[in-house]
């Protein structure tokens, strides 16, 4: 081999680096343009529309064509329903990955069916969810309500919440269960001492995308909470949401209307935000104590 | 040998899968004396120990045949308490592992979940352990720090502290120095001696200057196969099989 073939081979070398470095920046660029775009639109054109009584008030003149008031009825209607669904779902999800990760033996084949059925659960769009759910909510004779919402959200969110907080749990390394076990802990003791509390950021992280996901579909809602004016006062009236009131005022012939959609989007936006600011908070607070 | 056996492992077997890993392994433990098992890495050493507290159940494809008799109950006889067995035996693994949680939560773990006692009894347990293990004086003052920023060598002193907070018999350790530095791994080799005097211990090593050490039996393991076993001080000096021979010597490692 030539000094000179050496050299052009490293000259191609370093310009293929080059190259994919540019690649990679050009990408993150896009990414974090995406963001800044979407956020800037939304409150560049929710501006003129947002005014402290957004979010203090219901609407005046009904949803759709209402000028006047604020969407309380969808910010309080979708709290409720997110925060009921999520409960739900943590109710369903913890069992289930508890059981596929401490109980179940690496090859089991029960633990890959459910896995491969939450992976197909979490595919399948959120407006079959909610087709579904008005199914369910028909066949208990309920009415569209807030109940029937949480069911169908539930549905949708307890998937994501499974597959998301099985990816920690998988992580635990196999010898401190061991520890636990070696101990005379039993199985639920393991995994509820020592399981739940090494990954409590990770299962944070996972209920809080859930609930992200959550609060912001409109198709699981669309159906099965109904909308309404007013702010619900039992699990069986009706219930506005965050999403539809976008859907809704975006549907108006009227810009000024428009506008109110950007508007309850950016607050739709922020709310996600602060739910996710607090949860990493709490997630750092339990971190102290976990075993690298 | 004169002291009565602690343990008795008869015919075990053990395969993963169709790989069979130990071959037909029978040896009696004696109470009260630490047991050095040795041999070269892969040869079944951990597995044998690890069947000792049946913590090979939870593995995927394994069988056991044999019996494996516990102040003589055999542990795997499908009435026996999995629990119970366990509770028998403190375990120090080769890497430590503490629980995630407080260094006094981890010494806590066991007792709180065998006997309900109360805060009193617990904190006076909790100091006698960390004592036993050389631990006290180091930790005394922050026993609601997370166990994970102790030095890896304090951690598996709290490992033993905690496992002897549950009260066993036994103590099993699986090449319980090999992440340790050498002033720590001399600290552990020197509580595993005086704790021979109350507990059962035994061993896994690779390290042979350390079997050398501590140990009053040896076990010898070489490809599943338990080759030789006997007083400490017999093997070393008159190892009565060739293999047992050449690994002493280093020519097979």
Redesign the interface.
Known sequence: MTPSFENRRLRRRKMEERIFRALMAASMLVVIGCLILIVGTIIWKGLPAMKLSMITQTPKGGYYLGKEGGILNAIIGSLYLASGATVLAILFSLPVVLYINVYA???SRLASLTRFSLDVLWGVPSIVYGAFGFIIMIFFGLRASLLAGILAVALLEFPIMSRAADEVIRMV?R????????????RL?TAL??VV??CLPGLLTAVLIAFGRGIGDAASVLFTAGFTDRIPTSLFQPAATLPLAIFFQLGTPFPEVQQRAYASAAILTVLILIISLVARGLGKRYT????? | MEARPHISVQNLSVYFDEQLVLKDVSVDIPDHKITVIIGPSGCGKTTLLKSL?R?LD????VRIGGRVLVDGIDIYDPRTEV??V??K???L?Q?P??????IYDNVA??PR??NHIDKKRLDETVEHYLRVAGLWEEVKDRLDD???RLSVGQQQRL?LA??LA?GPEII?GDEPTSALDPQSSQNVERRLIELKAEYTVIVVTHILRQAKRIADYIAFLYLGELVEHGPAAEVFANPRDPRTRAYLTGEIS
Not at chain 1, 288 to 292: E, L, N, P
Not at chain 2, 97 to 102: D, I, N, R, T
């Open positions: 033996k690496k090859r390394p010898e401190l269960l061991e520890a636990s076990y070696s101990l005379g802990a039993t003791e001492k020592v509390r090494q102290r104590h976990i075993i690298k | 507290n913590l939870p593995l995927d494809g629990t119970e366990r509770k035996m403190g375990l693994s890497r592992q503490a629980l995630p949680m407080s773990y066991g979940i065998h997370p166990a994970a490992c905690r496992g549950v099993l």
